[in-house]
């Protein structure tokens, strides 16, 4: 299924070797001034445009430029050598030098509309990455920030307990040191009353 595919891709180039090619078959003053001239060259300029499109989306950037470069120049060299074989069909039989020009000149122009649209297709996607990121960053940003106020609210809840639990350990502490003050009390009072039991047995005796 992918080698269909990216056989089919390259129809894309074809057809746009047909398109100078066929721009060779026109009149010399397609580039003069007129409705239909204009009309006629504005659709192998859009055409040539959709091909540039096309490419870039399914052969990228970097193949793809060189692929429609390729095909300008062969196209190019194609057409130079059957208007030099073919001039009284092609009606150069004077001024080769100018026509010649004059169809490379085409063909270069239909290249360049290619690559034209090789280049809003990429800046288009280039757009939408650029968009995309932007939307990803303000997605982590908007994690960290929220990450960041979990991590102090859980540090408050930490030093919220940390504080009861040493609040608690010295309650703890003062209770029992409160109840070995005490017992140190009622043992003296005890050893005292011992003392006093004592002597005093020992005098009745």
Do not use: H
């Not at 430029?65 to 208007?83: D, E, N, P």
Request: aromatic share 12%; hydrophobic share 45%; proline share 0%.
């Amino acid at each position: 299924m992918n080698e269909k595919g990216n056989k089919l891709y390259f129809l894309t180039p074809l057809l746009l070797s047909i398109l100078m090619g066929i721009s060779n078959f026109l009149n010399t003053d397609l580039f003069k001034f007129g409705e239909l001239n204009f009309a006629v060259w504005f659709i192998l300029s859009v055409f040539s445009f959709a091909c540039g499109w096309l490419i870039n989306k399914t052969l990228n950037w970097k193949f793809g430029g060189r692929i429609v470069f390729a095909v300008t120049v062969a196209t190019t060299i194609v057409s130079v050598s059957l208007i030099s074989f073919f001039r009284e069909y092609f009606g150069s039989s004077e001024l080769l030098a100018e026509n010649l020009i004059l169809y490379s000149l085409r063909n270069a122009v239909l290249g360049c509309m290619g690559f034209f649209g090789m280049t809003v297709a990429e800046l288009l996607s280039l757009q939408n990455q650029l968009a995309n990121q932007d939307m990803k960053l303000d997605a982590y940003a908007k994690m960290v920030l929220d990450a960041k106020k979990e991590a102090e609210l859980e540090l408050k809840n930490a030093r919220i307990k940390s504080d009861f639990i040493i609040r608690e350990a010295e309650f703890q502490a003062k209770r029992t040191l409160d109840k070995k003050e005490r017992i140190e009390k009622e043992l003296k009072e005890f050893i005292q009353i011992e003392k006093e039991l004592i002597k005093k047995y020992e005098d009745d005796d």
